[in-house]
């Protein structure tokens, strides 16, 4: 039987799926966790060496859960992105990548937003320009680290490095590229006029190529480390966001998918013609399916404010176990025109230091740590709602699908579907990154006839949620009041 290995290179761990021709899970892989150092204040690197082997290392335990009758016909990988290393001229990579988390090129990006700089960078590629992306972090290179600068024969993210390892070649793919923070997102190619402002040479980006592309097959040294065949094809693959998109059959505009777990994201698919219309609040970039954009935003951490509301101060004995027990929290409050509010620490003081922190209004000395957690759950249905209507009337969703880990309590999924008044879709499938990817290999290579029979075969489980409306009048007024706060913190 013929199958597709679909490989999610996160920021922490290496994950992997093996898809037979019948949609069937019939291998699965992991790597051990990958360590993140910060050598300075803001620096958030990885070694690239852990990064390659942590890829090895799952392949491996990928093919050794293989049936014997089991032959792997093609392997795509979907990757985060923004995180970056340079290459020098021998072909040297680089000890440390620098991650999206770094953020010691913050002052570059200040500067850029007060000279008109980062105005540029939107209107070509659609992104709203942070530290955490390729640009400002070989920025920070070319101002800091002469020496590194001067010998650089070639820069990478993520995808085209793992794609490098795999088949020796410098291949990537839109969908990711946009991170970088250099690509036009007009042409899907590298732009000139942003590579400019560093004198970023041509030959040292990867070739683009579109997502679902055979690049080659895996090396001789890849597939004795690995157990893989050396004809086993290499296929472009995309962001992990997208590929988790395409998983969960989120391929057409006006479908949105929101990945809630320490942080939090919305990835709203829009056509190609329309992405003029998307607001500034959003990120604008390629699917992994043709003639596809997507709009993306960063919610904040919610997950993260739960754990910082479980695991500060001494508000009850069983604070440990409170980010596993929000059901029963939210079953212990009622919602009231005078329920506390909660608001994320502003950017400018001590307490955004610790991730997720903030505080809350209208609380009493009686307000209950059950009410604080109900608090922090609404205020993130409030931002996702904000996001939604931020999109033009006809780019909106009708219905949200919602992964990772806010579906651990299906009390919070359906507090956001209260209050976006929204239909919703939940799943906890955890490995879907993996999984679209092997959907995108698996089409391209004839493992799968088309996307829609590769969708029905996998049918990854899903549970529908429908909005309660009963306190639909309670929840606009109080959203109202929560645009008010956020206004005028």
């Excluded at 209260?418 to 391209?444: H, K, R, W």
Aim: hydrophobic share 40%; proline share 5%; aromatic share 6%.
């Amino acid at each position: 039987m013929r199958a597709a290995l679909g490989l999610d290179v996160g920021t922490t761990s290496v994950k992997a799926v093996v898809v037979g021709e019948n949609g069937e899970l019939v291998g699965e892989g992991r790597s051990g966790t990958l360590p993140m150092r910060a050598p300075a204040n803001g620096w958030a690197v990885q070694q690239t060496a852990d990064l390659r082997d942590a890829v090895i290392e799952c392949l491996q335990d990928a093919t050794s859960s293989l049936p014997t009758r089991v032959e792997v016909a093609c392997l795509t990988a979907a990757v985060q992105s923004g995180s970056v290393a340079t290459i020098d001229r021998s072909g040297t990579i680089a000890d440390d990548l620098t991650t999206w988390m770094d953020t010691r090129a913050e002052p570059i990006v200040e500067e850029w937003i007060e000279d008109g700089t980062a105005n540029a960078i939107r209107r070509v590629t659609g992104w709203t320009v942070h530290p955490g992306q390729g640009l400002p972090q070989l920025a920070w290179i070319k101002a800091n680290d002469q020496s590194t600068w001067d010998s650089i024969g070639h820069i990478a993210a993520v995808d085209d490095l793992v794609t490098h390892w795999l088949t020796n070649s410098w291949v990537t793919n839109p969908s990711s590229a946009a991170g970088m923070a250099l690509l036009d997102i007009s042409t899907g190619e590298w732009s000139e006029e942003l590579a400019g402002l560093l004198d970023i040479a041509p030959e040292w980006m990867s070739e683009v190529r579109p997502c679902g592309a055979r690049v080659g097959t895996i090396t001789a040294e890849v597939a004795a480390a690995t157990g893989l065949n050396e004809n086993v094809a290499v296929v472009n693959g995309g962001h992990d966001q997208t590929c988790t998109a395409l998983a969960l059959g989120v391929t057409e505009p006006a479908q949105a998918v929101l990945a809630g777990g320490t942080a939090w994201v919305l990835t709203s698919v829009v056509p190609v013609a329309e992405t003029h219309a998307i607001p500034k609040a959003m990120n604008v970039s390629f699917h992994v399916l043709p003639d596809l954009r997507t709009a993306s935003k960063y919610l904040g951490g919610m997950g993260a404010s739960i754990e910082w509301i479980a695991t500060t101060g001494d508000r009850s004995p069983d604070r440990s176990d409170r980010f596993f027990n929000l059901d029963a929290q939210l079953a212990d409050t009622t919602i009231k025109e005078t329920s506390p509010y909660f608001q994320l620490a502003a950017s400018d003081t001590p307490d955004a230091a610790s991730p997720g922190a903030g505080k809350f209004l209208n609380a009493t000395p009686d307000t209950t740590d059950a009410q604080r957690a109900r608090a922090i759950m609404e205020y993130a249905a409030f931002t996702v709602k904000t996001s939604l209507l931020g999109l033009r009337e006809a780019q909106r969703p009708q219905s949200l699908t919602v992964v990772g880990g806010v579906t651990r309590s299906p009390g919070w999924t359906q507090l956001i579907a209260d209050v976006c008044e929204l239909p919703i879709n939940e799943t906890a499938e955890a490995s879907l990154p993996a999984i679209g990817a092997a959907m995108l290999g698996g089409v391209s290579q004839g493992v799968f006839s088309d996307f829609e029979a590769a969708a029905r075969s996998l049918s990854v489980d899903t549970t529908a949620l429908s909005p309660d409306l009963g306190n639909a009048g309670l929840y606009q007024r109080r959203y109202q009041t929560h645009l008010t706060q956020e206004l005028n913190p």
